[in-house]
């Protein structure tokens, strides 16, 4: 993996969906890992997803799983308990939420800021990478989120990219990247919510 780190959950713990509230119960760290996606498959973007991308997006977020499943396991072997959040499960499919935010978690644990496209912005890999989250008990030093607001300041790649208009100064608008990608997802073999545009250009 390209990033790992951990956050306190504490004072995020309110942002998690109802459904795996439960199962969280007295989880107190959040480990956050980061797969970064290949620069040629981003490269070969112009202003809409490819199908070699579509399928990267798809490894990207198994090997994020497989990780994911990988630290859980050896959790279990240290006797303690491992809640290991799906890459890229969408639980509500109005607004596009997973079971939580991944990108919190590692904000939380002080990888990195989220930038004015939303995604998560990484010092070094920027938007290029992919993220995963294991919730657990086992007792772990954890990050603080960074000073500072990040690298979009001076910035407008995202803004002047986006096939939507959905990035400006102000922020990013979930309702038009959603329409744009809905309208995407009917592409010849995507057939799924991707973009990869402003993926492409946060570097
Ligand atoms: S492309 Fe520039 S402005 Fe957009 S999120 Fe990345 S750093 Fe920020
Ligand atoms: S995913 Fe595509 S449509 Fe949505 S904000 Fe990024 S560039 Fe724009």
Redesign the pocket.
């Known amino acids: 993996m390209a990033m790992f780190g951990v956050a306190d959950l504490g004072p995020i713990r309110g942002t998690f969906r109802p459904d795996i509230l439960t199962a969280a119960r007295g989880l107190e760290y959040g480990i956050s890992m980061g797969y970064r996606l290949s620069d040629p498959v981003l490269d070969g973007i112009a202003d809409r997803p490819t199908l070699i991308y579509k399928h990267h997006y798809k490894v990207a977020n198994y090997m994020l799983d497989q990780a994911a499943a990988h630290v859980a396991s050896y959790i279990h072997q240290q006797r303690k308990r491992a809640l290991p959040i799906p890459a890229s499960q969408v639980i509500d499919w109005k607004d596009n939420y997973g079971h939580l935010s991944h990108k919190a978690i590692a904000v939380q644990a002080g990888l990195g800021w989220i930038g004015r496209?939303?995604?998560f912005l990484h010092p070094v890999h920027r938007g290029r990478l992919r993220l995963v989250t294991v919730l657990t008990d086992l007792p772990l030093v954890s990050g603080a989120p960074l000073a500072g607001k990040g690298p979009c300041d001076g910035c407008r790649a995202?803004i002047d990219?986006?096939?939507?208009?959905?990035?400006s100064e102000a922020g990013?608008?979930r309702a038009?990247?959603?329409e744009?990608?809905k309208e995407?997802s009917r592409m010849p073999g995507i057939g799924q919510s991707?973009?990869?545009?402003?993926?492409k250009?946060c570097r």
């Open positions: 496209s939303a995604l995202c990219a986006c096939p939507a208009g959905a990035i990013y608008d038009r990247c959603a744009k990608l995407f991707i973009c990869g545009v402003c993926v250009v």
